[in-house]
């Protein structure tokens, strides 16, 4: 069954593109191992490989950096694992109209590089970052702290373009902001898993990078005493763009909380102006200290950075 499903891939695409043997294991589904893996260079070889899967009624796993491969019921069967990590270009950027179009096998990490030049970023957040692609984050509707200010992927899409399992491009929305013609088919892909479609194309509104960022961190003696400090920070209007409560055993596996005294912690984000941050900071700390935390840190730049990542992965 492998050496057909290869054979055939390799009459489709190039013979380079199409793997199978011990190499494809690294691809297994739930531990369900594929017959092969195809990694189409462009979007006319995974039309094609779609059309030949629809065709032969094999089953086709849509696959972007792996990491949420655990998500949705375990497959009675692979058939075949498409890599979508070379479909990894910015398709078009207008910083000035606040939009971007990205291919669907770009990470994010790398996405929001080539944003950062214009003074922009992707407001989208995804454990593991230089490894989780846009299509993967679309699929699985991957989150993280920050959803609490910038909401869900679904928030920031505005225009997609996915096959279907029979090699048709269907198009939903646009690459412009205000875009109301027809129904808003981008949603209903969003956290599909795959099993409507793979994503080939996603437009975004997008927005302006953030001058700065900086971290409040505040331990306490129990749970309840965290999270009624949060409650508090919540009810202002300086309100925070990201807020995680984490115990003890979490905190262990945090830079700078896994050394810092207490059972719990409270984690806050800022982001925005220097200035602004700063304010927010200071006023959220007199907040803070009234619940009577045993410590309070503040973290900025790439340190804060580093540690909502770190929570973000975990």
């Known amino acids: ?64 950096g792996g990491t949420r491969q655990g998500l949705g019921n375990t497959p009675e069967r692979v058939d075949l694992v498409l890599d979508l990590r070379r479909l990894n270009r910015v398709l078009d950027y207008q910083p000035d109209d606040l939009t971007a179009t990205v291919e669907s096998g770009i990470t994010l990490d790398q996405a929001q590089r080539e944003l950062a030049p214009g003074g922009k970023f992707l407001p989208l957040e995804s454990p593991v970052a230089e490894r989780s692609t846009i299509g993967g984050i679309l699929a699985a509707n991957s989150t993280g702290p920050l959803r609490h200010a910038y909401g869900q992927p679904r928030d920031w899409l505005i225009g997609a373009k996915v096959v279907r399992s029979d090699g048709v491009v269907t198009r939903s929305g646009g690459r412009v902001v205000k875009n109301v013609t027809g129904y808003d088919l981008n949603k209903l892909y969003v956290g599909s898993l795959g099993t409507l479609g793979v994503f080939v194309e996603a437009t975004f509104k997008i927005a302006p990078l953030p001058s700065d960022r900086a971290t409040l961190i505040a331990t306490y003696q129990s749970i309840p005493a965290a999270v009624d400090s949060a409650r508090q920070l919540l009810r202002q209007s300086f309100t925070p763009h990201g807020v995680q409560i984490v115990n003890r055993e979490i905190m262990g596996r945090l830079p700078l909380l896994d050394v810092m005294d207490g059972e719990a912690a409270v984690i806050a984000l800022f982001a925005g102006r220097t200035r602004s941050v700063k304010r927010m900071v200071d006023d959220s700390a007199k907040v803070i200290r009234i619940g009577g935390p045993k410590a309070v840190e503040t973290l900025s730049g790439a340190e804060a950075n580093a540690l909502w990542q770190s929570v973000t992965d975990l």
């Open 1 to 64: 069954m492998t050496a057909l499903i290869s054979d055939q891939l390799a009459n489709i695409i190039d013979p380079r593109s199409v793997l199978s043997g011990t190499r494809v294991s690294e691809y297994a589904v739930d531990g369900v191992v594929p017959e092969a893996v195809a990694c189409p260079e462009n979007r006319t070889q995974l039309i094609e490989i779609l059309r030949w899967a629809s065709a032969g009624k094999a089953t086709v796993f849509p696959r972007g």
